[in-house]
């Protein structure tokens, strides 16, 4: 394997741990990222596709019936969900598929969990005319049945693992595999910041986009900046998408949330960034789900896009400096904000997205009236309805039905 911490290093995280064969293709993609992030044909090229074809910029919404149930805060949310193809997933997607084609490179692979990507993927293959083979956990497959039709009906092949616990974590590594044997002609599109440079800086920068709008938007909203910026917490790409413009900002706490899945306790989670420890996975150091022997363990959420055990350097490297808070939110906490936000605002959110929801609420109550809380709302829930349905079933059958109900809810009550 060789090793270069010398490139894209975020203090003691990131930089490339790849086979030999991967080094000639990252530096070159290094290189040309470098050249092209600020090249003016390149930015205007990408900037009409996100405005005619991904449909920014996305609003920031005032959540009023979440602030009123809570009590507290005034809660925001920036509606990634509002993008084709219904996540911010298309942001990264498009932009490594423009730089792709200046590169020569006519056959794109990518990895997903809870499908957003690959169907971010396959979309920009489908407009592009690209062949597109998109790596998928078989257990993800299964739980994310409605996004693999999607994008077999966009003309992408989906290549089910069934290795390790076959999801998020096994299909990454099945991608590189691919890459390293077709790397001559294939563009790997990695749909988070983790992995080796240059790509956790990429994702960054195409991710950026919500951020920059996201501030501007709230400033021109409310006159002043948030109190609090929350995101979801997998790998972290709308999270650091987000919080990147607000970093500088000291004022405004950042708040990454990571799945908790049943418990810290029980082991059967998926925070990387709070119970992690430094390591090497998919290609970089980062913070990571490990035992003292240095293998990778099994990670478990209801959220298909937060089951990896890591998080991506920079949310390494916040997290370290303080800079930014990595909490964890359980299973049916998520569900229940779910059902919460779709009963309240008439918005059903994924189920990655639940989890920054259900934080926010608890932090909007402790900051209360006067405070502001803005979530990136990362992605929609049309995939997640039969994981949700599933979920209820279990709960009844199990007794443990104690979530809010959605008749009163709905109805504005507490």
């Known amino acids: 394997m060789a090793i270069d911490i010398d490139d894209g290093m975020f203090g003691?995280?990131?930089?490339?741990?790849?086979?030999?064969?991967?080094?000639?293709?990252?530096?070159?993609?290094?290189?040309?990222w470098d050249a092209v992030r600020e090249d003016a044909g390149f930015r205007t090229e990408l900037r009409r596709?996100?405005?005619?074809?991904?449909?920014?910029?996305?609003?920031?919404?005032?959540?009023?019936?979440?602030?009123?149930?809570?009590?507290?805060?005034?809660?925001?949310l920036k509606r990634e969900d509002l993008c084709h193809t219904g996540a911010h997933k298309l942001n990264n997607a498009l932009g490594q598929v423009v730089l792709a084609r200046r590169m020569g490179k006519r056959r794109i692979?990518?990895?997903?969990?809870?499908?957003?990507?690959?169907?971010?993927?396959?979309?920009?293959?489908?407009r592009f005319g690209l062949p597109c083979v998109v790596y998928m956990g078989a257990e993800d497959m299964r739980r994310q049945e409605v996004n693999v039709r999607r994008m077999r009906m966009l003309g992408a092949h989906v290549h089910g693992v069934a290795s390790g616990t076959a999801t998020l974590k096994d299909a990454t590594s099945e991608a590189i595999r691919d890459w390293?044997?077709?790397?001559?002609?294939?563009?790997?599109?990695?749909?988070?910041?983790?992995?080796?440079?240059?790509?956790?800086?990429?994702v960054r920068d195409l991710q950026r986009v919500i951020g920059d709008e996201a501030r501007e938007q709230y400033l021109d909203a409310e006159g002043r900046l948030p109190d609090a910026v929350v995101a979801c917490v997998g790998g972290g790409s709308n999270a650091i998408g987000m919080f990147?413009?607000?970093?500088?900002?000291?004022?405004?706490?950042?708040?990454?949330?990571?799945?908790?899945?049943?418990?810290?306790?029980?082991?059967?989670?998926?925070?990387?960034?709070?119970?992690?420890?430094?390591?090497?996975?998919?290609?970089?150091?980062?913070?990571?789900?490990?035992?003292?022997?240095?293998?990778?363990?099994p990670t478990h959420s209801v959220a298909a896009g937060l089951d990896y055990p890591g998080v991506g350097p920079e949310h390494a490297m916040l997290a370290e400096e303080g800079r930014a808070t990595y909490v964890a939110v359980e299973d049916h906490r998520a569900l229940d904000a779910f059902r919460r936000c779709t009963a309240l605002e008439g918005i059903i959110p994924a189920l990655e997205t639940s989890h920054a929801l259900a934080y926010a609420g608890d932090l909007a109550e402790r900051l209360g009236p006067g405070g502001r809380v803005l979530v990136c709302f990362s992605g929609r829930g049309d995939k997640d309805l039969h994981t949700v349905e599933n979920e209820r079933q279990a709960e009844e059958e199990g007794g443990a039905m104690d979530q809010e109900p959605v008749a009163a809810l709905?109805?504005?009550?507490?």
Request: aromatic share 4%.
């Open 244 to 297: 990147t413009a607000f970093v500088p900002d000291a004022e405004v706490a950042l708040v990454g949330v990571e799945a908790a899945g049943e418990g810290l306790a029980t082991g059967r989670h998926a925070a990387g960034a709070g119970a992690g420890t430094p390591g090497v996975l998919h290609g970089s150091r980062s913070l990571i789900l490990q035992d003292s022997g240095g293998r990778v363990l």
């Open 410 to 414: 709905a109805g504005g009550a507490r």
């Open 109 to 126: 692979i990518a990895e997903t969990g809870a499908g957003q990507h690959g169907v971010a993927t396959a979309t920009v293959c489908a």
């Open 12 to 32: 003691g995280f990131g930089g490339r741990y790849v086979p030999e064969t991967l080094m000639a293709a990252l530096t070159e993609l290094n290189e040309v």
């Open 49 to 76: 596709h996100q405005r005619e074809f991904v449909g920014r910029p996305t609003p920031v919404y005032p959540a009023e019936r979440l602030t009123a149930h809570h009590g507290g805060a005034t809660i925001h």
């Open 180 to 202: 390293v044997t077709n790397v001559a002609d294939t563009h790997y599109i990695i749909g988070s910041a983790v992995g080796p440079a240059p790509y956790p800086r990429m």
